[in-house]
Structures are given as structure tokens and as C-alpha cells.
């Protein structure tokens, strides 16, 4: 080809899509030919497949020693699966990757625990056995691993020598790099840039007028991913022992919505809990937005349990989303319905069935009328609401609920008296007037009170309108959830990153309050936990000798009232209207890492001064990012002085790095990671590497990755909790941390030891999973435990068994605190920017700027006339762009748009169009879904990059060429919108800040072009 032409078709993402059909000719031809690359196969009939790992020979089990089987745990996507994996022992290749039968993730059942290894081989090779142990991968996690071997992939530490962004790098040594981050200096010829060692200054304060921001060591931020095994252990061996509060993950992006909406519904905003259905034995889901096999998390375990309940089980199934996904099929039959809705009116939609619910006294009477626990005991019950507690609507203490001390206090419905809630069994629930109290009038009503009139702001009609959905499907779908009660399931997700997401997140947990399916079997769960891994029985791995106590305020300023600032107290003192701040304060959000950037060049708390990032790609994870943030990262003047990237690949955010610090893929890395939920037993499941890592090391031989490169850093900052006796054993001896095993394998001991110690791992385990190098450190590092510590690793982690999972009619692992029907926290919180007090109950609310405007003024439909929306890919995910193997599954993206809607747009499947907002435009191909609701257009999220291998990347002087597939797809995030009432930030949801990605108003055109 054209060398011009060339560089042109990569320059365009919807060109690239059109070359989707050289990216199937191949594999088209080779399965056609059963050849690769036109060499004839080896077998007709098995073509080039390898040797099994194991066969039997005279009725005897005997492995092939060409390979190890390894258990591990998959990270294509967020669900963190455990594996196994074979790798080929000459070459050090992974070949293939199966699920691993110990893991709930993986298998359902899931093997006894104490099933030796041979013996779980044995089962799966087994009629009878198999079938019910079978244990698999999904089409993603069989297809990843081959972003091992990227061409892309960075094996030795890079600093730039163009400018931001302009991916153009020199390989340095890892010591002259980490010399370089910790003095600073004139590092690229653009004047001083400050090194770690100025930043960590614990002592004098960020922002002299604000002490309560905390001191200078708050200048560093690190911006990780999901937990995938190492956040925790950076965050509390790192960035606490450096002083800084600033670190964040992935969820402002993902689902944080939901997340914040539940932990209010769950009164957790602490550890920010969140409830999941018995995929198993629930008889009617209501699932809106997150079709299970579509989406969500646990991606593979709940798409299958939900394929085996539809098949052997009796559960009734709806889904309630602007596009029909794989959850909903045909051969399901009556048993899966989709309803249609208009993008962001999920709030609408179940406004609407509360009020039926309420309005009609189909709701559990009997379980929201129970005040207290003591009650919930008494009545056998298992979970308990606030709805009958009272809450002050005097001016004075308005939003509070009524207390004796800290105990509540109701109404008795037997005489209608007020008493603690704990001397209650039934309380009255709808009530609303004055009480007594110690000589003192109240004016009072019940949360139950304040969720009636809520409810019914809005007629049946209007909430219909609004929606999309006929009041006759709502009034279906209420006497569903109501007929099947304690066995009746709600679940949401990402489809609620929105405006009014975290509203929309708390109303659909509500309607499992009005069937009180809590705790129970079929019901909703809030997971089973996990075995205790770094605080635990031999060791406590997060604590050590000098860490630093630090207080201080967030730089995306979550987590933190604007009431306590100076700011606000001053604006009083002087008798001003303290509001407006001078931004949005998030008090019960966790983490906003899409706010970082902005509030920085803000210096509003205060300025960064250096940023990590550990494999995060928050720039293409960001709807709204195109046009503002990247500017903001690509100028060092403006948001941040110095950045450093530890990643494997260069991604769309780690191009704009200062330096890229190589890390570890997948199987190569060390990890313990927790069942995100949907599950109801303990589970850990564990990663050591079981193949090589590739990419250059430090010279103790450690490869250099996120752990050792902390560790180093550490040590040359002289930080506490690094080097020798950085470790305290609980019984009392000290310990080294120089490598990564010093700390994961006491860790996991630590599992080994809870409770009950696991048994002894026997050679032969030992062998056949493949851990037999790991045996001197083991032996090293756990002493007379190590047998112990082997037995988890040989079954990747360790797990409850199955039966564990119910009490009876009652799960096994019940969530604790009461369902609040009404969050005083909430009730009690201002906007800082508006001064508008939010509900503390669920209300309705339009899609809407934060300062009050709602879509519908400021977007009219004359000018975009339709609505975006994206959708979670079954096989696309964020993180796996580097790999070639997924690109065959799934080569690119479209604009996808139901055929009517097309039709009134004048346009035809295959049009190139351009959809543009407010703020972006993006190019792609029409296809035509009839299951799109009409007048939407929804896009696939997980292609349309512009790096990890989508654009040329110069090293050394030497052009690493891009591939054009890897440009290939929409990117909807490029078109999110910024919100001018909120300090041009990316659009977030009003309460909680999460990133609005959903219901975007747009126009489309067709365009000429390829
Ligand atoms: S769902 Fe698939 S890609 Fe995700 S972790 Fe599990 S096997 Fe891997």
C-alpha cells in the first residue's frame, strides 16, 4: 500500500472500521483450510491444537511434562475470575487459559475445598462429574493473554523527549529514573520540575489559610485502576508512609452511581457496601440497565447462573434498558422481557412502580414497620428499615432523625405512643405531625412518610411520559416484584452514570425494600467476604513502624463537607451567603478521579505536584475528557508539574507521561483480590507469577512493576515500613520488605491461617500446580507454615465450600445494618455550589446541569434531536487493547441506531455519520439494531483509541509502526459533555459526582468519506 495512504487511513478510526474485513479473511481462510498461514494443519480434525496436559494410560493419570498447569486470576476484565493456566515449560508461553475449578468465579459448583489437585483433574476428565464441575473462561479471558507478547508492550522505563503527548520516548535505566523523580530538576529543558523528595513534606501546611487541607506531602497523587491485587498495598505501604490522602480507582467512571446510591440505601458510606441478587434462587429479577452476560460484574459467574435458572430453574426475568443485550433472547422464551426506555429516565420509570407499590399497599407492611434489630429478632426476621423513625422538620435540627441519645424513636402502633425503637415491635409507618418530647414539641414525619409524597410528586402519567414506559408495564412489573416477595431480586450498575444517577441507584434499591428480600435465599446479598489476607493471624502487613497520621482534605475534594472549610466559616462570620464555593465538595462521594485534573489547574483545594498512575487509562475512561482534560494533561504548567506512568503498554492517558515505568501483565504479577459480588461464600483469590516476567528488572533481579518500583522508591525516600525490619510479625519479630513475595506470601499465609488452617499441601499438589519454584521463598518466608501456605496457592486462593452458602431460608453471610428508607446524612447535606439541600430520600429529578437547568432547556430536541448512550461490550473491556487475539472476536465499533430512526434521518446501514454534542463529535459507521430504543443511538464502549498501539510510538529514534486496527471504532466518551454550573467539569451526577456518561443529547448527519 501507498505509504501516504497509509498514514492517512490510520489517521481515522472509521476507516479503520471499514477494514474490518482483512482482519476476517484471515481467520475465514484458516478455518476454512484448517491452516496457518497456508501450512497445512497437523490433524484433519484437531488442526493445530496442542497436546492435552494430561491422559490416562492403563487407567493411570499421568501429566504431560512438556507443560505446568498454574492456577491464577484472569484481569480481561473487572471481574478478576480464577484461572488456570498452561504454559509451555521450554518456551515459557501461555497457550491456553480454562477456569479454575476451586473458583466460585470460574465454576458452579465450585470443587470442596479439600479436593486434592489430581483429584480435580480427575473429575473434570470424568462423566457425571464433569458436567457439573465444569469450569470455563469467557470468550475475553481466552483471548487476552496475548498482550503478553505486544509488539507495543514497554520493557524498559521511558522518559520523553518531545513534548506531552507527542509519543516520542528514550529507554533509561530504572535507578537514573527513580534519581530523577525523587530530586527533580530541569529535567526535559522546560525549567524546574519539583522531585518527591521537596514534595514530602509532612509537617507544613498546603494551604496556610486552610490547615484542615493537611500538609505538602499531599502534593503527590496516585490515579490506579480496579482492585486488582496491588491498590491496597501501594496505598497503605505507600502513600500512607509519604503523608498524601490523594489516591483513586476507576469507579468515579465506571459505576460509582450506583455505588453511592446503594451505600445510602445500605448506610455505609464508609465502606460503601452494595447488594447484588441470588442469581440462583430468586424468582423475579428486575435488572435495569445491566443485563446479565451483557455487562456487570460478576460478568461470566452471573450471566451463567442467570442461563442456568432461566433453563432449569422457574425465575421470571426483566430487564429494563434503552437496548435490548444478551440477556433477553428468544429461547428463554416467557420467561425474559425487555422493556424499552429512554435513556436517564430510569428514575421515572421506578417513581412510577414505587407509587403503585405504595399508593395500592402492596408492600411488606409487616417488615418496614420493624424500628430496630431487637425487633427484627423477635418477628425471625433478618434485615431491618428506618422507615417508621421520625425526622425533624422543625427549622431547628431539620433532616434529623428524632433520638434518645443514639437510639431512635417511633411511634408504637399498638397505642401510639412515642418510645425508643428498640422497646417497639411494630411501629407506625405513615406518619406525619407533631410529638412530645422531654417537654419539647417536634414536628415530625416518617421516612416512609416523606417516600409517599415523594413518590407521588409526579402522576403516574407524567413519570410514563417522561420514560417512555406504559403505566400498564409499570403496574406489571409492581405486582411481579410484590407476588414473588422474599424471593424477588433488584440489581443496577453503569447504566445509572448519569445526572441523576445516584437517585435513580437508591429508588431501585427501595423497591427491595418494600418486598423485604434482604438476606434472604432468592433475595439480595451483599457477598460473602473473604478470608483475612493482609491484617491477619500472623501478620498485620499495613502496619509498620513510624506511619504517618495524616488528616487532610482530598484534592477532588470528595470525602470532605464544604461547612468545615475556612472558606465557608469566614463568608459566615462576615454574614455572607456562604454559598457558592468556590467548587463542588462531595462529602459522602469516596473518590472523583475525573475531577482531579481540573481541581489541580483549579488550585482549588490546592495544586498537585506530581501524579502516578498505575495501568489507568482515565483519560478514555472519562466521558467529557476530549475536551478539556487532555489539554489540561498535556501542558505540565497547567494541572500537572510531573507525571509518571507505571504501565505495560502506552494507553490514551500514559502517552502524556513524563516517564513510563514498565509493569507486569496479567499471569506475570502478584495479586489477592476479593469477589467484587454475587456471590454468597468467602473467596480470595490469588496471583504469583507463574510465567516470567518480561520486562527488564532491578538489579536485586526483581522485574521491574508497580510493587518493586514502589518498594525502590521507598527506600530512597527513606520512607517508613521499606527495607530491612519494615515488617511486624504478631508474634513480635521483625521482617524485610525488599520484594514482592516478602509481602504477598505472608499475606498468603495469613489466608492459610484464618480460622481453621488449611491442611498441608502434598508434593504432588505441589507439582501438579505447577508452584514447585515457589517452595526455597516459601520455606524462607513461612517457616513451618509453608505446607499450608502451598495448599491455597495450589488451588489459587481459598474459597467456602458451596453448602455454606444458606442458612435455611436465610443466606449463610448476612449484611448487618438497617436499610435506610431514609439517609440522614444526605438529608442533612447542602449543595455546596447551589445551597440547595438534597432530599434524604429518593425524589425525582430531570437530567440536569448541577446548578438546576435541565437537559431539556439547555439541549432542545430542534437542536439534538436524539439521545446517546453507551453499552458494556461482552467482549471488549478497557484494559485489553493491546490485544490482537480480541481484535479477531471483535474488530470494531459502530453508531448503532433502530432502522425507523435512521429512516426519519435519511440515513442507511453502512452510512458513515458524524454524532455530535454540545462539546465533541465522533465519526462512525450506521448498523442498524432493531433493539435500540427508537430516537437513541447507542455505542459499544472499548474501541476508537488513539494509542496502546492505535498511533506510531518513537523510542530511541526508531518508529514502532501503529496497526489500524487498533484505531478502529467510536469512542462515545469523546462527545460527554462539561457542565459550565460546575466549573466546567466533565457532566456528573448533582449528589455524588460521578462521571455522566449516559443520555447525551446529540445530532447525527451522514458524511462523505471512507
Ligand atoms: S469475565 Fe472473562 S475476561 Fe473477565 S476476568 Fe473472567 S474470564 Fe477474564
Known amino acids: 500500500m501507498d505509504k501516504k495512504r497509509r498514514n492517512f487511513l490510520i489517521g481515522t478510526s472509521a476507516v479503520a472500521a471499514s477494514a474490518s474485513i482483512v482482519g476476517y479473511k484471515k481467520t475465514l481462510k484458516q478455518a476454512v483450510t484448517m491452516s496457518t498461514d497456508g501450512e497445512k494443519a497437523k490433524d484433519p480434525i484437531y488442526g493445530n491444537s496442542y497436546k492435552p496436559e494430561y491422559s490416562y494410560v492403563n487407567d493411570q493419570f499421568v501429566p504431560n511434562d512438556d507443560f505446568k498447569i498454574c492456577p491464577t486470576t484472569c484481569i480481561g476484565c473487572v471481574t478478576q475470575c480464577g484461572v488456570r493456566v498452561k504454559i509451555d515449560k521450554k518456551t515459557d508461553k501461555v497457550l491456553r487459559v480454562f477456569g479454575n475449578p476451586y473458583n466460585l468465579l470460574s465454576s458452579d459448583p465450585w470443587l470442596p475445598y479439600n479436593t486434592s489437585i489430581k483429584e480435580s483433574y480427575e473429575i473434570l476428565s470424568q462423566n457425571g462429574k464433569f458436567e457439573k464441575y465444569r469450569s470455563n473462561v469467557c470468550a475475553r479471558g481466552n483471548a487476552v493473554f496475548d498482550k503478553i507478547d505486544d509488539k507495543f508492550r514497554v520493557l524498559k522505563p521511558l522518559k520523553r523527549v518531545g513534548k506531552r503527548g507527542e509519543n516520542k520516548w528514550k529507554e533509561i535505566e530504572i535507578e537514573q529514573l527513580i534519581d530523577e523523580i525523587v530530586n527533580g530538576g530541569n529535567l526535559f529543558g522546560e525549567g524546574h520540575v519539583k522531585g518527591l523528595k521537596d514534595v514530602r513534606d509532612i509537617k507544613t501546611p498546603i494551604n496556610p489559610d486552610e490547615p484542615v487541607f493537611g500538609p505538602k506531602s499531599n502534593g503527590l497523587c496516585f490515579i490506579g485502576t480496579t482492585h486488582e491485587g496491588r491498590f491496597k498495598v501501594v496505598v497503605n505501604r505507600f502513600l500512607k508512609s509519604f503523608g498524601t490522602c490523594n489516591w483513586a480507582g476507576h469507579g468515579a467512571t465506571c459505576g460509582l452511581s450506583m455505588r453511592a446510591g446503594e451505600a445510602a440505601y445500605l448506610g455505609n458510606f464508609k465502606k460503601y457496601p452494595h447488594l447484588k441478587p441470588d442469581f440462583e434462587n430468586t424468582e423475579y429479577l428486575l435488572s435495569i440497565g445491566t443485563p446479565p452476560g451483557q455487562a456487570g460484574n460478576p460478568f461470566k459467574r452471573q450471566g451463567k447462573l442467570l442461563a442456568r435458572a432461566r433453563s432449569e430453574g422457574n425465575i421470571d426475568y426483566t430487564i429494563v434498558s434503552p437496548m435490548q ?27 412510577g412502580v414505587l407509587q403503585i407499590i405504595i399508593n395500592n399497599k402492596m408492600y411488606n407492611k409487616k417488615y418496614l414497620s420493624m424500628p430496630s434489630a431487637k425487633a427484627m429478632k423477635a418477628l425471625n426476621d433478618v434485615s431491618w428499615t428506618n422507615a417508621a423513625h421520625l425526622i425533624i422538620q422543625d427549622k431547628d435540627g431539620f433532616g434529623k432523625i428524632l433520638k434518645d441519645g443514639k437510639i ?51 402522576s403516574l402519567q407524567e413519570y410514563s411520559k417522561e420514560c417512555g414506559v406504559s403505566i ?28 441523576t444517577g445516584f437517585y435513580t441507584a437508591y429508588a431501585v434499591m427501595l423497591l427491595g425494600a418494600m418486598v423485604g428480600s434482604l438476606n434472604y435465599k432468592g433475595g439480595m446479598s451483599a457477598g460473602g467476604g473473604a478470608y483475612k489476607d493482609f491484617i491477619g493471624k500472623k501478620y498485620n502487613l499495613f502496619a509498620y513502624k513510624g506511619k504517618p497520621n495524616i488528616k487532610a482534605t482530598r484534592i477532588d475534594r470528595a470525602r470532605m463537607s464544604y461547612e468545615k472549610t475556612n472558606e465557608y466559616k469566614n463568608k459566615l462570620a462576615k454574614g455572607e451567603n456562604p454559598y457558592p464555593a468556590k467548587g463542588n465538595w462531595f462529602p459522602f462521594t469516596s473518590q472523583l478521579s475525573h475531577h482531579i485534573l481540573n481541581n489541580s489547574a483549579e488550585g482549588y483545594p490546592y495544586k498537585l505536584d506530581v501524579l502516578i498512575t498505575n495501568s489507568s487509562d482515565f483519560l478514555y475512561g472519562t466521558s467529557g475528557s476530549e475536551s478539556k482534560m487532555k ?83 521507598g527506600k530512597k525516600l527513606k520512607l517508613p515500613g521499606f527495607g530491612e525490619k519494615a515488617i511486624k510479625g504478631n508474634d513480635g519479630n521483625w521482617y524485610p520488605l525488599n520484594k514482592a513475595e516478602d509481602i504477598y506470601l505472608r499475606a498468603f499465609e495469613n489466608i492459610a491461617m484464618d480460622g481453621t488452617p488449611v491442611p498441608d499441601a502434598t508434593d504432588e499438589d505441589i507439582k501438579l500446580s505447577g508452584i514447585e519454584d515457589y517452595v526455597p521463598s516459601l520455606k524462607r518466608i513461612c517457616g513451618k507454615n509453608w505446607r499450608k501456605t502451598a495448599y491455597v496457592m495450589a488451588r489459587g486462593g481459598r474459597y467456602e465450600d458451596v453448602e455454606d452458602s444458606y442458612k435455611g431460608e436465610f443466606l449463610a453471610h448476612q449484611y448487618k445494618k438497617p436499610v435506610q428508607i431514609y439517609n440522614e446524612t444526605v438529608g442533612t447535606t447542602r449543595n455546596s455550589l447551589t445551597g440547595e439541600r438534597y432530599s434524604g430520600t429518593i425524589k425525582f429529578f430531570k437530567q440536569r446541569q448541577v446548578g438546576g437547568k435541565t437537559y431539556d432547556e439547555i439541549y432542545p430536541k430542534d437542536k439534538y434531536p436524539l439521545t446517546a448512550f453507551s453499552f458494556k461490550s461482552n467482549v471488549l473491556a478497557t484494559p485489553d487493547a493491546n490485544s490482537n487475539n480480541l481484535a479477531e472476536i471483535r474488530f470494531t465499533t459502530y453508531i448503532d441506531l433502530n432502522p425507523k430512526t435512521a429512516k426519519e434521518f435519511g440515513l442507511n446501514l453502512g452510512d458513515l455519520v458524524e454524532v455530535a454534542s454540545e462539546y465533541g463529535k465522533v465519526k462512525g459507521y450506521l448498523r ?3 433493539g435500540v430504543m427508537p430516537g437513541c443511538i447507542g455505542v459499544e464502549h472499548g474501541l476508537g483509541r488513539d494509542a496502546s498501539g492505535a498511533e506510531n510510538i518513537v523510542i530511541n529514534g526508531k518508529t514502532i509502526k501503529a496497526i489500524i486496527r487498533r484505531k478502529s471504532g467510536v469512542d462515545i466518551n469523546k462527545i460527554g459533555l462539561l457542565d459550565p454550573t460546575a466549573g466546567m467539569q466533565t457532566a456528573s451526577d448533582f449528589v455524588c459526582g460521578s462521571n455522566a456518561r449516559h443520555a447525551i443529547p446529540v445530532k447525527i448527519k451522514k458524511v462523505k468519506g471512507v
Open 472 to 499: 400498564e408495564t409499570m403496574q406489571e412489573v409492581a405486582k411481579k416484584l410484590v407476588t414473588h416477595g422474599r424471593k424477588a431480586s433488584v440489581d443496577c450498575h453503569g447504566g445509572t452514570m448519569h445526572t
Open 928 to 930: 442498524y439494531r432493531n
Open 631 to 713: 489539554e489540561l494533561l498535556a501542558d505540565p504548567k497547567k494541572s500537572i508539574p510531573l507525571f509518571i506512568a507505571v504501565d505495560p503498554f502506552i494507553n490514551d492517558t500514559s502517552k502524556y507521561a513524563d516517564y513510563i515505568v514498565p509493569d507486569s501483565v496479567l499471569y506475570e504479577t502478584w495479586g489477592i483480590v476479593h469477589v467484587w459480588n454475587g456471590y454468597l461464600t468467602k473467596c480470595n483469590t490469588l496471583r504469583f507469577p507463574v510465567v516470567k516476567p518480561k520486562q527488564a528488572t532491578f538489579k536485586n533481579g526483581e522485574p521491574i512493576e508497580m510493587i518493586s518500583f514502589m518498594i525502590a522508591l
Open 408 to 458: 431512635p424513636l417511633v411511634l408504637d402502633a399498638t397505642d401510639n405512643t412515642l418510645k425508643s425503637s428498640n422497646d417497639v415491635i411494630q411501629a407506625v409507618l405513615d406518619f406525619k405531625g407533631s410529638v412530645e418530647y422531654k417537654g419539647k414539641t417536634y414536628s415530625v414525619r416518617t421516612s416512609f412518610n416523606e417516600l409517599k409524597e415523594n413518590v407521588n410528586e409526579l
Open 325 to 351: 443485550g444478551n440477556s433477553d433472547m428468544i429461547s428463554a422464551g416467557s420467561r425474559s422481557h425487555w422493556i424499552p426506555i429512554k435513556p436517564g429516565t430510569d428514575l421515572a420509570f421506578v417513581m
